[in-house]
């Protein structure tokens, strides 16, 4: 199950263009790593309902004004979370809950 939830994941990066060519690093650039995180999702009688996996970048080692300029989080804060339910409930509008494999990949399309 991890293979194809792995699987799912590249196949994802692929569609979105996400990986480019190789490329040698320079001497003196320090490369950023990267690992798996695994997670089982389990319904509420602790049945597993789906594998997940997302790859991470290491990034406890950049250094700010010297490998990156900006730091970007896709996480809403709590005071935007609170208008749109205000939004919804004003208006009498239906949320949906949607399970989206690669939200993240899509920001700029």
């Known amino acids: 199950m991890w293979l194809e939830a792995i699987q799912t994941k590249l196949n994802s990066f692929v569609k979105c263009k996400v990986f ?3 490329i ?3 001497k003196g650039v320090m490369v950023v790593g990267y690992k798996w995180v695994f997670v089982r999702k389990q319904n509420k009688n602790n049945e597993i309902v789906q594998y997940n996996t997302w790859l991470v970048a290491q990034d406890f080692s950049r250094r700010p004004d010297i490998d990156y300029e900006k730091n970007y989080s896709l996480v809403m804060n709590a005071i935007t979370f609170i208008f749109f339910i205000g939004l919804v409930v004003s208006k009498t509008l239906n949320i949906y809950l949607m399970d989206v494999v690669t939200t ?3 920001i700029d399309h």
């Open 104 to 106: 993240y990949l899509y």
């Open 20 to 22: 480019g060519h190789v």
């Open 24 to 26: 040698h690093t320079p």
